[in-house]
């Protein structure tokens, strides 16, 4: 509802079914200058709440050190005495892991999804103030203080607009991959952030299925028969056509030299530790680039071991073949399966 001397307007309706157990309040917002309309219903049973609590590490600067000091106090000579691949990379990866959930804590994080770090304590202070010029312009209507409004107004949305600009362009410097960070400010100003990765339901023979565990089962189940169904079809496409191995034994008849891999060293672990990027992307483990490489000092010496030991035995760890799959929505019915593609993160080692 509008009101002023001059005239009162309905604009906002609210229709509803129910006789009893509701209440209509206006809420004043300082956005227009009509009132917001507030209706709050009893006895309502929501099937989904909006859970604005997270978890995460706490990992800062005092935490990393705990972790180095941890890491350089370790005694390895476990992994060195194990003769096996597989079991020393076990015995490495559960010192590893132990010490990492001991120094980086889990902890709850309540975050807003409106929140805008540009916006400062005076810069609210300033909305305060411009909300009760607002209030006071409404109620008496006086020219003078409708001018001193207006350009209140005017002044502190330029403010905020240079503060905005101020806060991305000083996050932008700061970043390390500049390209990227500008691209996620626009795709966040254009509203073109989505939710298309939550997967709410899915169509599972005929009938559509909300359980999480079982949407995750189906997914994982097609994702891994996807490619033997491709592959079968285009044989029975082509029976005429040999398999890839009968054709190695058609070509090459004669018996292969064994293949002798050299020892991996400290120069090549370090260059290949060094290249990875910095990310804080990671596997079911929750270890990040970043935090392996604050560790390399640590950590290389066992590493060394253990790769020549892969390469001597030709057994690669069980524990590395595990991946954390997401599955990202391509186009079409978001309800099948087949239009969602896996991203496979890997175990940061």
Not at 32 to 55: G, P, Y
Not at 179 to 187: G, L, Q, R
Not at 344 to 349: G, K, Y
Request: include cysteine; hydrophobic fraction near 35%.
């Amino acid at each position: 509802m509008r009101k002023s001397k001059a005239s009162t307007t309905a604009i906002d309706n609210i229709f509803i079914t129910r006789t009893k157990n509701y209440i209509t309040n206006p809420h004043i917002n300082g956005l227009s200058d009509h009132e917001a309309q507030i209706i709050m219903l009893e006895n309502i049973v929501f099937t989904k709440q909006i859970n604005n609590i997270t978890t995460k590490r706490d990992i800062n600067d005092q935490s990393i050190l705990e972790f180095q000091f941890l890491l350089s106090h370790e005694n390895w000579e476990e992994i060195f005495m194990e003769d096996d691949a597989n079991t020393s990379f076990n015995k490495f990866l559960n010192i590893y892991v132990r010490v990492f959930h001991a120094c980086f804590i889990k902890k709850h994080i309540k975050f807003n999804t409106i929140s805008k770090p540009w916006i400062t304590k005076g810069l609210k202070t300033s909305c305060n103030r411009k909300r009760e010029l607002y209030l006071k312009v409404r109620d008496n209507n006086e020219m003078e203080h409708k001018l001193y409004y207006k350009h209140y107004y005017k002044i502190l949305s330029k403010v905020i607009k240079e503060a905005k600009k101020l806060y991305y362009k000083e996050v932008i410097t700061k970043s390390k991959n500049k390209t990227k960070i500008t691209w996620n400010i626009i795709t966040k100003e254009t509203s073109k952030l989505t939710n298309e990765n939550n997967i709410e339901s899915l169509r599972i023979n005929d009938h559509v299925v909300y359980n999480q565990t079982t949407i995750a089962n189906e997914l994982n189940s097609y994702f891994l028969n996807i490619a033997g169904s491709i592959s079968n079809k285009i044989i029975n496409e082509k029976e005429e056509e040999a398999s890839a191995l009968q054709n190695l034994f058609k070509y090459f008849n004669q018996p292969f030299k064994d293949i002798s891999w050299p020892y991996t060293s400290a120069k090549e672990i370090n260059k290949i530790i060094d290249s990875l990027k910095d990310k804080n992307s990671s596997g079911y483990d929750e270890i990040s680039t970043k935090i392996k490489k604050i560790s390399k000092p640590f950590i290389i010496s066992s590493l060394i071991n253990i790769c020549n030991k892969m390469l001597a035995q030709g057994i690669y760890p069980k524990r590395l073949k595990f991946s954390l799959i997401k599955p990202i929505y391509k186009s079409g019915d978001k309800s099948s399966p087949s239009n969602y593609r896996p991203i496979s993160l890997l175990h940061v080692f």
